[in-house]
């Protein structure tokens, strides 16, 4: 695990900062998410009106809530939506009502199983209304009248999303993405967020090959908007990663794209291996977060998805559990380094032409050989030089080499760098 650094803990900060916000599919919860996110990285946001057609989906209409609250015969609020946002029913219409505890029970929501718990649960596309609570709360209530008040709209609006874009040296690109729909859960996804964020701006100082293009959309519906709306360029998409559950203590797990040899697969595998990190690499299936939208088959985009503990994966998924404390700034930094340790291989993986492909060319009159003079890993770099020359046919790229080889990337790829300077290989 990467130790504390100072990503981290801002990282860390960006959760809490983020965390009582009450955001949904649309709403004014994630425009205000985007506000602050567009206080780390400039935002190019995006308003979708209700009723657009997107693929085989309708943008719904709006959900904005301003109040919620269940309040006894006293007038005290034993449910209250100011205390949490997640105790109301996402999407919950609006109602005003004094009705008893038994009318009332059909629309509340509990976990037995953890009874100091609330949880998180939605009604998007179907009316309904209700609240989330702890059982321990629930079967303190005593019989009798109620006062039932959700003070929210569901009118015609807009979907919001966002992108930045960290622009690269060619226009090909990889889409960074993660999901800005859901309330007050730390794990699941604002250290996704916050993770994202952190990349962006790590990578803009980089002067990336690529083009990395960030997406901050709600889950499904927005990963389908921005599809749709963007079919005609979608082939510029080389390379895709899916960030969630980004900051819990588990360990690193990458989720494979449907492909499951896409080149980010490839990376992702070698750079895990590599790093010696505790980790498990999964299969592709056709459930989980956005990567199934990118990988859809008439789209079929080289995407994965990347998170530590998967989703519902551990108890604390969509409850209350899931919050600042659940995630920590040591996960999220080491979240974020593997993330730019992938894409310094995905930006340097090119394929290379050997110039000189008949017989072994002379290193040593080239000066190869003695710019390795006195170093430790003179042998290596030697042999990785070696390796790139047998395997530059313009069809093996320099992952295929450091596979083939056993030699670390960097090895791989500063050799390329030398004999590429020699004139020697072409890109």
């Not at 504390?4 to 983020?18: D, I, K, N, S």
């Not at 003070?151 to 690269?168: F, I, K, M, N, R």
């Not at 389908?224 to 819990?248: F, P, Q, S, Y």
């Not at 291996?273 to 789209?299: I, L, M, N």
Request: with cysteine; aromatic share 8%; net charge negative.
């Amino acid at each position: 695990m990467a130790p504390v650094t100072a990503p981290g803990r801002e990282m860390h900060a960006l959760v809490e900062r983020l965390y009582p916000l009450c955001r949904s599919i649309t709403g004014d919860g994630v425009r205000a998410t985007l506000d602050v996110v567009g206080e780390y990285v400039p935002l190019e946001v995006h308003e979708v009106p209700t009723g657009t057609q997107v693929l085989d989906w309708t943008v719904p209409q709006e959900w904005n809530i301003r109040d919620a609250y269940v309040a006894d015969a006293s007038g005290k609020r034993v449910v209250d939506f100011a205390a949490s946002s997640l105790h109301v029913l996402g999407y919950s219409v609006p109602v005003s009502a004094v009705m008893p505890l038994s009318e009332l029970r059909p629309h509340l929501h509990t976990l037995p199983d953890h009874p100091s718990w609330v949880p998180y649960r939605t009604s998007y596309y179907k009316p309904e209304w209700g609240f989330c609570l702890a059982q321990e709360t629930l079967d303190a209530l005593p019989d009798g009248e109620y006062e039932v008040r959700i003070d929210s709209t569901l009118a015609d609006g807009h979907l919001t999303y966002a992108e930045h874009v960290v622009p690269g040296q060619v226009s090909d690109e990889v889409i960074v993405s993660c999901h800005v729909c859901h309330p007050s859960l730390a794990n699941d996804n604002l250290a996704g967020i916050a993770v994202a964020v952190f990349l962006a701006r790590a990578l803009a100082e980089r002067n990336p090959y690529y083009t990395y293009r960030f997406l901050f959309a709600p889950g499904t519906v927005g990963a389908i908007t921005w599809l749709a709306r963007n079919a005609e360029r979608i082939d510029r998409v080389k390379h895709g990663l899916v960030l969630a559950c980004a900051g819990d203590r588990g360990q690193l797990t990458y989720k494979q794209s449907r492909r499951g040899d896409a080149e980010i697969d490839r990376v992702l595998r070698h750079v895990l291996a590599a790093s010696e990190r505790p980790h498990s690499v999964k299969e592709f299936t056709p459930y989980g977060y956005d990567e199934r939208q990118f990988c859809s088959p008439g789209f079929d985009l080289g995407v994965g998805s990347l998170s530590r503990t998967p989703y519902a994966g551990y108890p604390e998924y969509h409850t209350s559990a899931d919050n600042p404390d659940f995630v920590t700034p040591e996960a999220m930094a080491d979240t974020l380094d593997l993330c730019r340790e992938a894409f310094a291989v995905l930006d340097r993986n090119r394929r290379y032409q050997n110039l000189s492909p008949y017989g072994e060319p002379q290193l040593g009159r080239r000066g190869l050989y003695d710019s390795l003079g006195g170093r430790s890993d003179a042998k290596e770099a030697q042999m990785a030089m070696l390796w790139v020359l047998s395997l530059s046919d313009g069809e093996h790229s320099l992952l295929d080499v450091a596979e083939r080889s056993g030699l670390a990337f960097d090895t791989v790829a500063a050799a390329a760098g030398a004999l590429h300077g020699a004139g020697l290989i072409k890109a």
